[in-house]
């Protein structure tokens, strides 16, 4: 008996964006760190694009790192904007091959300013190209199909020790 079955078996999985983040309640003035990871689902590349939404009265974006996925994160593709809580930035194969991406797309660090509970949430608009999208090689349509679930951060009052643990860090980043 001959069979025609392939010796492997590929499987096709969606291309994705999530978000990672503290899971606990922050103390006022902590930064903290947002982590946005990346899969292709297997699928090669020419980039991806995310937009961030926060409330800006709850919340600051102090910094974005740039991830690995991509060797190119242009300067003129990164913007942080505070007064409307909108964070923006992308990465890029530039002149490289289209390529398949797996890993930590970036990193955004956030100050709570004040007490309270919000979100932080990708957007994604079906058929936009001004929110978060995997850009597929030479056509086709977005390759992000699902809206990635929100982070929810919990901001409370800081202890008296953390106030004066967060006084010496600032000191400290001056020096």
Excluded: C
């Amino acid at each position: 008996m001959v069979s025609f079955l392939p010796h492997f078996l590929i499987l096709a999985t969606t291309a994705s964006l999530s978000l990672a983040g503290p899971r606990q309640a922050l103390p006022i003035s902590q930064p903290f760190k947002i982590t946005i990871n990346l899969s292709t689902g297997g699928r090669t590349t020419l980039g991806t694009d995310t937009v961030l939404s926060y409330d800006p009265r709850l919340l600051s974006a102090l910094k974005i790192v740039p991830g690995k996925t991509y060797p190119n994160y242009p300067p003129n593709l990164i913007d942080i904007d505070n007064v409307h809580g909108k964070l923006r930035f992308s990465g890029t194969v530039g002149f490289s091959p289209p390529k398949t991406a797996e890993g930590v797309f970036g990193e955004v660090f956030f100050l709570a300013k004040k007490e309270g509970q919000t979100q932080i949430n990708l957007e994604v608009k079906p058929k936009e190209t001004t929110d978060s999208n995997i850009v597929p090689d030479f056509g086709g349509i977005d390759l992000l199909t699902e809206k990635p679930k929100e982070i929810t951060i919990t901001a409370r009052e800081a202890s008296l020790g953390e106030k004066i643990l967060n006084f010496i860090k600032q000191i400290y980043l001056w020096l």
